[in-house]
């Protein structure tokens, strides 16, 4: 019965307060709760009238300012707080770009020369062709040698400081062997960089012959093989360097003969850098992917003003 | 029953709040801060309190918008629960519960003529003293109800209660409030109330 009585009083407000029917009508569709629902729907109808007070037009007017108000304030600080895109976010996706618009520029010359076109168009492109295949090559050089200079610097540290670990030499003896065999393949390296190759070993010799003095007797045998392989490597090096002498005598005029011959092993590493075919590479790819750095996240994720919407 | 949200689109309005635009925040807030205001007033029974905490309401709503989520609660039971927490807080940062300070003479009520709008204003201080006696749980019951003009199911979402239990509670409230109210009345008119 009470439970009715909370259902029917819930109708009767709903019906009332959508403007259905009036208080007379809902005691009338309910003639045996009539006595009770009475009363209660018409202190309802009070709380209904009492409650509807608006706050004061003026209060109102100034709360939605307030409001506005705040609410710009807050797009500023989000605005503010949106940090500018750096460089290392941007980079990847410039570079990627680059080098898939590279690869089908150099795709559809292929496509266009093996087609039996025209071979006239795409000079300018060919030159980008080249890009792609050295650079790894010289980024990993310049890898290895850091490389080897560190653990060579942390094997002469260990020696000094008297806790010089066979793992470090046998790490240093693995860097200084992959330099070396690096050498088996010279067209890919620039003869600086063998020239590099060559003083950085001569140097290693050193360094090695005055740590094996004060390292443990133990580690005189891993220390003996760095440095023959240093020595293999330093050969290797003169090996790669010497052939290139001899073209050298014919660039010089043919009426000093006889001085030659003493001159060449210094004249050989000025003409054979200067083509330095591996050379543009390293600078190439730098050059290319830098776009300018885009405004538009910001821009396009400000929110439109919509100000005029204003409560 | 009581002016009811239109469904279709109040989502879509909602959705493009959560995402900054804000035209559909004042929209919101156009359609929402009576009902609030007027809710605060149920809870406080002060004017200046309801003020203070329905502008507060909405900035909570502004900072909490973007977390918003739909998880089968309407909006408006979200908003009118962080309203209740505005008054938990406030209650318990001035120890206001209780207070009670008049309505103040410039509080319009819906009427025409002076001597109506007198006595509305002595009806609504009759009114907000009864509700202040009630319970706090039949209180936040007529303050969703009638302040805040929520439906019965948006009640029972905002309270986290049942339906039936809303139904139980507002029955409850509505037979104390008659009663606290004829008490307060002359004799020769407890027939009206």
């Not at chain 1, 709903?14 to 007379?24: K, P």
């Not at chain 2, 509670?169 to 004799?187: N, S």
Request: aromatic share 6%.
């Amino acid at each position: 019965m009470k439970r009715k009585l909370e259902e029917t009083l819930e109708e009767c407000l709903a019906a009332l307060a959508g403007g259905q029917s009036t208080v007379e009508e809902c005691l009338a569709l309910y003639p045996e709760l009539a006595a009770e629902l009475e009363p209660l729907l018409h202190t309802a109808c009070e709380l209904q009238n009492v409650y509807a007070a608006d706050p004061s037009p003026l209060y109102a007017q100034a709360a939605g300012e307030r409001f506005l108000t705040a609410m710009a304030h807050r797009r500023q600080k989000r605005l503010a707080a949106q940090p500018v895109r750096p460089f290392w976010r941007w980079a990847p996706a410039a570079v990627g770009s680059a080098a898939l618009v590279a690869f089908a520029v150099w795709a559809s010359v292929l496509a266009w020369g093996g087609g039996g076109g025209s071979q006239e168009p795409f000079i300018g492109v060919a030159k980008v062709t080249p890009i792609s295949t050295p650079v790894p090559v010289v980024s990993d050089f310049q890898g290895q040698v850091e490389r080897l200079q560190a653990n060579l610097e942390e094997v002469r540290a260990g020696a000094e400081s008297g806790t010089l670990e066979p793992v470090a030499i046998e790490q240093l003896k693995e860097e200084t062997a992959a330099l070396v065999a690096s050498l088996d393949q010279p067209e890919q390296l620039g003869p600086e960089d063998v020239s590099q190759i060559g003083e950085l070993l001569a140097d290693q010799e050193e360094v090695l012959k005055e740590v094996k003095e004060r390292a443990p007797p133990e580690a005189a045998e891993g220390l003996d093989e760095i440095i023959e392989i240093a020595g293999e490597g330093r050969a290797k090096v003169e090996k790669i360097l010497s052939p290139t002498a001899t073209p050298t005598p014919s660039a010089t005029p043919s009426a000093t003969p006889t001085a030659t011959p003493e001159e060449s092993p210094t004249s050989t590493a000025t003409p054979t850098a200067t083509p330095s075919a591996t050379e543009t590479p390293e600078t190439t790819p730098i050059e290319t992917p830098q776009p300018p750095p885009s405004p538009t996240p910001e821009g396009g994720e400000e929110p439109s003003p919509t100000a005029t919407a204003a409560p | 029953m009581y002016p009811e949200l239109e469904a279709q689109g109040e989502r879509l309005l909602v959705d493009a709040a959560r995402v900054g635009d804000e035209g559909a925040i004042a929209t919101l807030y156009n359609r929402y801060f009576p009902r609030v205001y007027r809710y605060m007033l149920v809870r406080t029974g002060n004017v200046g309190d309801a003020e203070d905490l329905a502008e507060e309401v909405f900035i909570r709503v502004l900072d909490a918008l973007e977390r918003f989520e739909w998880r089968q609660v309407p909006f408006s039971a979200w908003l009118f629960r962080i309203a209740h927490n505005a008054v938990v807080s406030h209650q318990r940062r001035d120890g206001a519960r209780g207070r009670f300070s008049p309505l103040s003479p410039s509080l319009p009520v819906n009427t025409q003529g002076p001597e109506e709008a007198v006595e509305a204003r002595l009806a609504l201080d009759e009114v907000m003293e009864a509700t202040r006696n009630l319970p706090e749980a039949q209180r936040k019951v007529i303050a969703l109800r009638f302040g805040a003009g929520l439906s019965v199911a948006e009640t029972a979402r905002a309270l986290g209660k049942s339906g039936g239990n809303v139904k139980v509670i507002q029955h409850k409230a509505i037979v104390k409030l008659r009663e606290l109210l004829v008490e307060k009345k002359p004799e020769g008119d407890e027939e009206k109330a």
